[in-house]
């Protein structure tokens, strides 16, 4: 009873393939006759080159079948809507082309008449001749540098060893040998950048953005988690280097009493602060608990101004005959860089 269970073709011997390419057609033999056509029939076409499969240059992650098939001789009248890849109409296929050649148009413009012959992969060999492909490069290498310098297409490591030919010296901070003229590599190197959130926009700041010369318009991909982003730069505002002033004190605002509560989830507040002609509202609805989480608070709604909110502490002491008291007030103050132009 058990030899007759059906095992619903599942092997555990050997495995299948996927079938990458199911758009196929026939092998036409080499002398078969061309089909001539009366009437109205289903025609199965038959290739006149070998089709070629290749990944899409614009998107990589698509795959492209190309096909030059013949339908018959003569002219044929046909609508899109005739066109079938398998049972599936053509016109449903976001992806399908075709291009009708009458007979006797001239097709070698096109690349769908190139004949590609395919090939067995080469692999490695065990005799003495022979290609040997059987070992590849690895996919990623450490390289120890003092630093690395990107500018533009160009990339300058400093600390290097070099092949002087001393066996003391094992080249540990050399470029892998693999590293050749012509060869596509991807570099990596750990640095820091500033997210903040401006307009519904998020802004990254960092020295390092003039490495890929920004502007308008220009494409990146921003990867986090594994996850690549496609993006278009808004804008691009160039950093400018802080210029140290002459005399002169960091502007600030400073409240003129000390907060009363830290919770304000009961009764919310809202305030704001105009800098530079822009006016940025701060919304406290929330229990802070203590002075810092009031401070992160009020810092949050300042996103993109530069301001930094922070508690100053004034000690107060009065000596009277008989009393010594001691208190303290604390006072919110915004302060912006310490630096002028």
């Known amino acids: 009873m058990m030899s007759n269970i059906d095992t619903g073709g599942y092997t555990s011997s050997t495995g299948r393939s996927l079938d990458l390419n199911p758009a196929?057609?026939?092998?036409?033999?080499?002398?078969?006759?061309?089909?001539?056509?009366?009437?109205?029939?289903?025609?199965?076409?038959?290739y006149v080159v070998q089709p070629v499969t290749r990944f899409d240059a614009a998107d990589p992650t698509k795959m492209r079948v190309q096909m030059l098939l013949c339908l018959g001789v003569g002219d044929l009248i046909y609508t899109n809507g005739d066109i079938r890849v398998g049972s599936t109409p053509?016109?449903?296929?976001?992806?399908?082309?075709?291009?009708?050649?009458?007979?006797?148009?001239?097709?070698?413009?096109?690349?769908?008449?190139?004949?590609?012959?395919?090939?067995?992969?080469?692999?490695?060999?065990?005799?003495?001749?022979?290609?040997?492909?059987?070992?590849?490069?690895?996919?990623?290498?450490?390289?120890?540098?003092?630093?690395?310098?990107?500018?533009?297409?160009?990339?300058?490591?400093?600390?290097?060893?070099?092949?002087?030919?001393?066996?003391?010296?094992?080249?540990?901070?050399a470029l892998p040998p693999s590293w050749v003229a012509g060869a596509?590599?991807?570099?990596?190197?750990?640095?820091?950048?500033?997210?903040?959130?401006?307009?519904?926009?998020?802004?990254?700041?960092?020295?390092?953005?003039?490495?890929?010369?920004?502007?308008?318009?220009m494409p990146v991909t921003l990867g986090f988690n594994s996850v690549d982003y496609d993006l278009f730069i808004a804008s691009y505002t160039p950093g400018q280097a802080?210029?140290?002033?002459?005399?002169?004190?960091?502007?600030?605002?400073?409240a003129s009493a000390a907060p009363t509560t830290y919770d304000f989830?009961?009764?919310?507040?809202?305030?704001?602060?105009?800098?530079?002609?822009?006016t940025y509202p701060v919304s406290l609805v929330a229990n802070y608990v203590s002075m810092s989480g009031l401070l992160a608070a009020i810092t949050e709604g300042l996103t993109g101004s530069g301001l930094v909110c922070a508690g100053q502490r004034r000690h107060r002491t009065d000596n009277r005959v008989g009393q010594s008291v001691r208190g303290w007030g604390d006072h919110v103050l915004f302060a912006a860089c310490s630096c002028f132009r």
């Not at 026939?26 to 001539?36: H, P, S, V, Y």
């Not at 570099?187 to 959130?197: M, R, S």
């Open 24 to 46: 196929k057609a026939n092998t036409a033999k080499l002398g078969d006759a061309i089909r001539e056509v009366f009437g109205r029939v289903r025609i199965y076409p038959d």
């Open 90 to 173: 053509a016109s449903t296929l976001p992806g399908f082309s075709s291009t009708h050649y009458p007979p006797g148009a001239d097709v070698s413009g096109d690349e769908r008449s190139e004949n590609w012959v395919n090939s067995t992969e080469v692999g490695g060999t065990s005799s003495g001749t022979g290609l040997d492909m059987a070992q590849t490069s690895p996919d990623a290498d450490d390289i120890i540098a003092d630093s690395m310098t990107v500018s533009g297409s160009s990339v300058t490591f400093t600390g290097l060893d070099t092949d002087d030919d001393d066996d003391n010296d094992e080249n540990d901070n």
């Open 184 to 217: 596509v590599v991807e570099l990596k190197a750990p640095a820091n950048y500033q997210i903040t959130t401006a307009a519904g926009y998020s802004v990254i700041a960092s020295p390092l953005l003039t490495e890929i010369a920004p502007v308008v318009g």
């Open 242 to 254: 802080a210029v140290p002033g002459t005399g002169g004190s960091a502007a600030k605002v400073q």
């Open 265 to 278: 989830s009961t009764s919310s507040s809202t305030f704001t602060i105009t800098w530079q002609g822009v």
